[in-house]
């Protein structure tokens, strides 16, 4: 599996489909504690679901044994090949039995894909699922829109559209983590259950927010591409690509976690004065209608009229309309994270602050000291010497001269 999301999900569907038959399954993945999953392996599985990189440090551990394994399943393929998996794989494929069944899934078949389905599969059948005969994937329940934005009231029109008729569960897709963090906290503070999931984040927040997402606590989820492939949630009414996808690939995989099971979906794509030109090529691509996407903003009637947002909506969430629990009302599950915490998140606590403990001096004596001591500092006897209360100030004197001739030596 690529991403540890997909994983952890694979792993639930066929924990559920294995109920029967009692088939032991296990799930390793990075971001967790070794030890849980080393004793599971050590207790015995039958099904091992995970990512590449977490299987090949098990099996240079010796904790699993890949000499016994009797079928091999590649999901999401091409995307394990963008995210630089195709040498673990080939690792993996090289520790396997030769007589062994490999099965490949694929939503794209670049030329590596096929080379490797051509170097390690033997026999093998090209099963193609699609909706139609038109060449590509595009659910045929999904309505699509395509809006020319400018950068500065995006965030207005994505509030606005939020507040849609009939809008359920939302999956916002960004481009970067820090936009991603960025509009989550400008939701929420807009009155909106938002919660962001990036790769930034620990392996126990990204799974809060994936729960807090199902379980309806909250119904806006900004991610990153992380979340683009294999995730599965029932009810995603409409998905926003915040940013331009980069390319026709990533604007399929984004769109279609709506309009799944023949239910009906909206996806909506923000396309910025900079980002035509790339929105251009991925229209031909997919031979999509809108060329020339119509030049929006938030006060747009026709923006309004087309994704049936009410009229007068504004860009904060009314009170009695914040229904939604928050990802605050879901638990944090301690999973053993790994790798370096995040002082920025929900759960942490605050930073303590070090106190600054600065040395006072006087006239280069530390003043603490000289007053433990009883001795005066300096300054202070210098005065005592003088007579006086305020310590002696050495002033420097001035010559006054008139046309070059010392006044004070003329005046003697």
């Known amino acids: 599996m690529p991403t540890r999301e997909l994983a952890i999900q694979v792993a639930a569907d066929l924990s559920t489909a294995s109920k029967r038959t009692g088939a032991r399954i296990l799930t390793v993945y990075g971001g967790r504690a070794y030890e849980p999953q080393i004793t599971g392996l ?22 699993l044994d890949l000499s016994e394994v009797t079928a091999l399943v590649l999901d999401e393929a091409d995307k394990m090949l963008d995210l630089g998996f195709l040498p ?18 694929s939503a794209t078949m670049p030329s590596e894909i096929v080379a490797l389905s051509r170097n390690y599969l033997r026999r093998p059948t090209h099963v193609r699922a699609s909706d139609d005969d038109s060449g590509h994937t595009l659910p045929a329940t999904t309505e699509q829109h395509v809006f020319r934005t400018h950068q500065m009231d995006k965030l207005e029109m ?13 999956m916002v897709f960004c481009q970067t983590k820090r936009a991603c963090d960025q509009v989550s906290t400008a939701l929420k503070g807009r009155g909106f259950a938002a919660a962001a999931v990036h790769g930034d984040l620990g ?24 979340a683009a492939r294999g995730l599965d949630v029932d009810d995603v009414t ?38 035509v030109a790339r929105w251009k090529l991925i229209n031909g691509a997919l031979d999509l209608p809108f060329p020339e996407p119509p030049e929006t903003y938030s006060t747009s009637g026709h923006f309004f009229e087309a994704l049936r947002i009410p009229a007068g909506t504004k860009g904060t969430l009314a009170k009695e309309l914040r ?23 929900d759960d942490a606590p605050p930073r303590k602050r070090r106190s600054r403990n600065r040395r006072r001096t006087r006239g280069g004596a530390t003043a603490e000291r000289a007053a433990e001591s009883g001795e005066k500092a300096p300054d202070a006897r210098s005065a005592e010497a003088a007579g006086t209360d305020k310590p002696a100030r050495s002033r420097p004197r001035r010559r006054r001269t008139r046309k070059g001739v010392d006044v004070q030596n003329d005046q003697e």
């Open 42 to 63: 050590k207790n015995g599985v039958d099904i091992v679901v995970g990512t590449p990189g977490r299987l090949l440090d098990l099996e240079g551990q010796r904790h």
């Open 88 to 105: 673990d794989i080939e690792r993996i494929l090289g520790k396997v039995p030769t007589e062994r069944q490999i099965m490949l899934f």
């Open 158 to 170: 994505l509030a606005r559209l939020l507040q849609a008729e009939g809008r359920g569960l939302t």
């Open 203 to 226: 392996q126990s927040q990204r799974e809060r927010a994936l729960r807090a997402f199902r379980n309806g606590k909250i119904d806006v989820l900004v991610a990153t591409d992380v």
């Open 238 to 275: 409409h998905v926003v690509n915040y940013e331009c996808p980069d390319d026709e690939k990533t604007y399929t995989h984004r769109i279609g976690r709506t309009g799944r099971a023949g239910r009906a979906g909206t996806a909506v794509t923000f396309v910025d004065w900079r980002e």
């Open 323 to 345: 229904d939604r629990a928050g990802l605050e009302a879901e638990e944090v599950e301690d999973i053993g994270d790994t790798g370096r915490p995040r002082h920025d998140r």
